[in-house]
């Protein structure tokens, strides 16, 4: 509605009829607009917890304390409920997975309650937020996190966007979590997410992944596909072979071979060579000594 009310007083001031009472028009959308924001951002989730295992296993303590915080801000009574409940013994993956979801500023604030507690919640907190959360919130979260001094959560939570759970799929919108930190200038986080994509991306999403990218990046993310282990690298050759025509002369596989440590060159092709891809192997040799290395 902010954008609307700014186009219409423009739109009348170029006309030569300006709206009476424009500044205020606009004043109103734009105090909407950040209300809106405070409000979603400083917001609380209603936890449905089930309270009677705690109670079984005599939590009535815990309980308590949950049934008196209905209404409260969840960082002041989720961290110790998840500490007590894990150091119980209790199952609390559904909790760390609803708390996942919260908005930006509420998971920080749990996060640093929760500092120096046991990583058995917090990394966990940490990926399934990095799956959950939109593309447009990540951004939010990670700066959030570096203002609030938790920066070395960072490297799980984005490691969480290609996370891909036991029983379930990598998230499909990688690009455009890509595309919210590029147009939030958080380049490094971008290439980040980039990196990680090609460390552990299935080969089969992998290529159509690249699609979305320019060459610059595309190499990016190849190069990363090459470096991260010999394995790695043939699983996306096996993939990239059987859907690229030509492939050994393909730009791919000269970005992958890019990727592989020369200290390893050797040791990592002979993987290709032992999975029968011949050609690829005579190719990934003549670029051993090919620029840049």
Same mark, same amino acid.
């Given at each position: 509605m902010l954008a609307i009310a700014q186009s219409c007083v423009e739109h009348a001031r170029d006309i030569g009829s300006p709206i009476q009472g424009a500044f205020s028009l606009e004043k109103y959308w734009r105090d909407q607009a950040l209300a809106s924001h405070r409000t979603a951002d400083s917001g609380t989730v209603e936890f449905e917890i089930d309270l009677k295992p705690l109670l079984r296993a005599g939590l009535d303590d815990i309980v308590a304390t949950i049934e008196a915080s209905s209404g409260n801000p969840v960082e002041l009574w989720l961290p110790d409920a998840l500490v007590a409940t894990h150091e119980a013994g209790l199952d609390i993956h559904t909790h760390v997975v609803t708390a996942s979801k919260m908005f930006p500023a509420d998971l920080v604030a749990t996060l640093r309650a929760l500092k120096g507690g *046991?990583?058995?919640?917090?990394?966990?907190?940490?990926?399934?937020?990095?799956?959950?959360?939109?593309?447009?919130?990540? *951004?939010?979260?990670?700066?959030?996190?570096?203002?609030?001094r938790c920066q070395d959560h960072v490297e799980d939570l984005l490691k969480g966007v290609l996370y891909k759970p036991t029983q379930g799929e990598t998230r499909k919108d990688v690009k455009a979590v890509y595309d919210a930190f590029s147009g939030a200038t958080m380049s490094r986080d971008a290439t980040t997410i980039l990196d990680h994509a090609g460390a552990v991306m299935p080969a089969e999403e992998l290529l159509s992944f690249l699609e979305g990218f320019d060459d610059y990046d595309r190499e990016g993310i190849l190069r990363a596909a090459g470096a991260t282990s010999p394995w790695r690298l043939r699983a996306v050759i096996s993939h990239f072979r059987t859907e690229i025509p030509n492939f050994p002369s393909s730009s791919y596989l000269t970005y992958l071979s890019r990727g592989i440590p020369q200290e390893r060159y050797e040791t990592w092709v002979d993987h290709i060579q032992k999975a029968g891809y011949s050609d690829e192997y005579i190719k990934l040799c003549e670029m051993k000594y090919e620029p840049p290395f």
């Open positions: *046991p990583g058995e919640i917090i990394k966990p907190l940490l990926v399934w937020a990095g799956y959950y959360q939109t593309p447009a919130s990540l *951004p939010v979260l990670v700066a959030l996190l570096r203002r609030s």
